[in-house]
C-alpha cells in the first residue's frame, strides 16, 4: 500500500459534496467556518475567481483545487462591475446548487464540498499540511486528463441526483484528495506537501518511516539508504517536505499510535514501544503535545470507534 492511500486508510476520512455552485460575474460567496475535523475543498471546472482565506487570495482557474485543512471561513469571488452581490441556494436530495441571486449566466463551474477526518492520525496528517492547500492540475496533460475524466463523473451523478449519488459523490471526492496529496508543488502555489515528494529516494525514506515507524531509523541510516551524505539528505529531506527528519519521524509515530490505541488492546506502554519509543513518560508527552491529550484519555474516548 502507497503512503497516501495508507494515510486516507488510518484518517477513517469521510468525504461530501455540499454545493454545486454556478455563479454569475460580480458575485461574492461566503463560506463560514467549517466544524472541529473538518476540511472543506472547492474544484473549479470551468471559468475563473479569487478564493480568499483570511489575508490570503488565490487567482483559480479550470482545473485548480484549494482545500483549506483549518476549515477557516472564506469567500469566493468572480469579477464584475457594480457592488457585489450575494448567492441564493435550492435545496436537493444530495447537496445544494447555489447561483448568483442577480441570476444571469454563470461565468464558473465550482464544486464545494468538505472533508471529516478522525481524531487522531486524521488531525496529525490535516494539520500537517499548508492552509490552504492549492494544487492545479491543469499543469499538466496528464493531470488535466484525469481531473476532466473525474469532473464528467461528478457532472453527470449531480445531474441525475438519484439512489447511491451521495456514496459515488463522496467516493469520487476521496478519490479528488488523493490525486492532492500526491501532486507535487506547482508554479501556482508554494506550499510543499510532504505527501507528495518529487525526489524518489525522499519519498523512499517518507515510505519507509510510514509503514514501519518504531525502527531505529537514525539520520545516518537513511541518508545511506538515500544514497546521499547526511548533510544533503537533510537539505533535501527538508526541501522536499517542508519539515525537518525528527518532526516527521514523531508525527508519524503518533499517527501509527492512534491506531493502535483505538484497534487494539495493547497497552500504553506496549505501543510506545511498538511506536519507537523507549520511555512511556517521552511518548506520552509527544502524544499529548501534538494531540492536546493523553494516549489513556484518547484511548477512552475513541476506541470504539475501532471495533
Known sequence: MD?????????????????????GAGTRMEVAAHGEREAPFHVLLEGTCRLQVGTVLLDLRPGDVVMIPSGASHRVITDGEGGPTGT???????????????GGEPVIDLFCGHYTFDAGTGSLLFASLPDPVHVSFGQSAESDEVLRMLSALMRGEARREGEGTAAILSALCTVLLAMVLRTARGATTGTTLWTAAADGRIASAV?????????????????????????????????????????????????????????????????????????????????????????????????????
Open 88 to 102: 441564493a441556494e435550492t435545496a436537493g436530495d444530495v447537496f445544494v446548487t447555489t447561483r448568483s441571486e442577480h
Open 207 to 307: 515510505e519507509g518511516m510510514l509503514a514501519d515507524p518504531g525502527a531505529d531509523w537514525t539520520i545516518e541510516r537513511l541518508s545511506r539508504t538515500a544514497g546521499m551524505s547526511r548533510a544533503t539528505f537533510l537539505r533535501h529531506f527538508t526541501r522536499e517536505t517542508g519539515t525537518t527528519v525528527g518532526a516527521f519521524l514523531t508525527r508519524a509515530r503518533l499517527m501509527a499510535a492512534a491506531e493502535l490505541l483505538t484497534t487494539t488492546d495493547a497497552t500504553v506502554a506496549a505501543v510506545a514501544g511498538q511506536v519507537g519509543y523507549y520511555s512511556e513518560s517521552a511518548f506520552s508527552r509527544a502524544f499529548r503535545a501534538h494531540l492536546g491529550t493523553t494516549p489513556a484519555r484518547f484511548r477512552r474516548e475513541h476506541a470504539l470507534r475501532g471495533v
Open 3 to 23: 503512503s497516501v492511500s495508507r494515510l486516507l486508510r488510518l484518517a477513517r476520512l469521510r468525504a461530501d459534496l455540499d454545493k454545486h455552485c454556478l455563479l
